[in-house]
């Protein structure tokens, strides 16, 4: 095995970029299809990995979509996140703050408290049984209306417990931050921490706007920042966390070829960079692998290595000593120069 593959294997690590219904893997999509009697438009396994070719993030989300039509039950929601941990776990993953998408559910008829419920056993269950911590991130989803967004705030509002925080997702162009600013404002007061996917395809004003309108505490993506010389400059100094996802930009036809991927111009520009899956089971990888093909795309050093895995801890929601202990375990493993 190669020294970089080990170190990364190593390395204890956070995931703060994973959709968990991206997280469905063709086998379990057709165990629970059956459980459900529901009817996929897939005649089989492979056909459903022949069918994930996307040009743009749309292509993606119309096929993402349709593929959580599988999800009915809170065991549904369990077993999909159970499965997702176990997964992470593996990778050496230590602490996860799981994005989930609500209004793809509600939408279809599915409670939220059934999400919600299958979710939290889930997550309890990890902590228990796999060491690995994890907490849920719920986002809106973009291309709705505010109204709805607001909607989907108060059901959340009643399971205020289980929820450490709101994000927004789904399609970019033609939805700016700020058509989400009341409600944003909103989650703020109730206490819950915000971030937003901005920069992936839309332009930098939607980074901007995700710092200055929605308050965001970390950007998720923000590959197009690098547009934006001044905007570098700020999240440079403000220590903004990027939550970057190389297999998923290169799997959307956000960068062409993984040797060409931003993040080496992130970190020679200062930037807080994580590394993550964003949907492992669309775009064919975990964070292991992520952390593999970027780190052989753009060589990135050993330093640089630890360095994206001590930042994963430094942006997380995690106590400040639990952040402390895995840092300085990170630490001893690269002093160790295995
Ligand atoms: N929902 C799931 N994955 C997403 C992504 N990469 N961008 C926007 N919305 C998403
Ligand atoms: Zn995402």
């Known amino acids: 095995m190669s020294d970089t593959r080990k170190l990364i294997e190593r390395l204890p690590k956070c995931e703060l970029h994973i959709h ?14 059956k459980r459900n009697n529901v009817t996929l438009p897939y005649a089989s396994v492979d056909a459903v990995r022949r069918a994930y070719r ?26 999909l996140a159970f499965a997702y941990l176990q997964r992470a776990q593996a990778d050496n993953v230590r602490h996860v703050e799981m994005f989930f998408d609500p209004q793809g559910h509600t939408s279809r008829g599915i409670a939220f408290g059934t999400v919600i419920g299958g979710l939290s056993r889930a997550v309890a269950d990890a902590g228990r049984l796999l060491g690995v911590e994890a907490s849920l991130i719920m986002c809106f989803l973009r291309h709705l209306d505010e109204a709805d967004a607001q909607k989907t705030l108060d059901s959340a509002l009643v399971f205020r417990d289980k929820i450490v ?7 970019e162009q033609g939805h700016p931050p700020s058509k989400f600013a009341r409600v944003f404002a909103r989650a703020r007061d109730a206490g819950l921490f915000v971030t937003a996917h901005a920069g992936e395809e839309g332009p930098p004003s939607y980074v901007w706007e995700a710092l200055d309108i929605l308050g965001v505490g970390r950007v998720d993506h923000g590959n197009r920042s690098l547009e934006d010389a001044t905007l570098v400059g700020r999240l440079a100094r403000e220590r903004m966390a990027l939550t970057v996802c190389p297999l ?17 111009r992130m970190l020679d520009k200062g930037l807080v960079v994580t590394v993550n899956s964003d949907d492992p089971a669309y775009f064919g990888g975990y964070v292991n692998h992520n952390f593999r093909a970027v780190s052989e795309a753009i060589a990135l050093s050993r330093e640089e290595i630890v360095a994206i895995a001590r930042n994963s801890f ?18 001893r493993i690269a002093a160790r120069g295995e």
């Open 165 to 171: 925080g709101v994000g927004l997702d789904s399609s």
């Open 54 to 79: 996307f040009g743009n993030l749309q292509d993606f989300l119309d096929i993402y979509y349709r593929g959580m039509s599988v999800l009915m039950t809170e065991q549904d929601f369990y077993d």
């Open 248 to 264: 998923s930009n290169l799997r959307l036809q956000v960068v062409d070829d993984l040797t060409r991927h931003p993040l080496r």
């Open 314 to 331: 430094a942006a997380s929601l995690m106590p400040a000593a639990a952040k402390a202990d895995a840092i300085a375990e990170i630490d």
């Open 20 to 33: 968990i219904e991206g997280s469905l893997e063709p086998e379990l999509m057709f165990a629970l299809a």
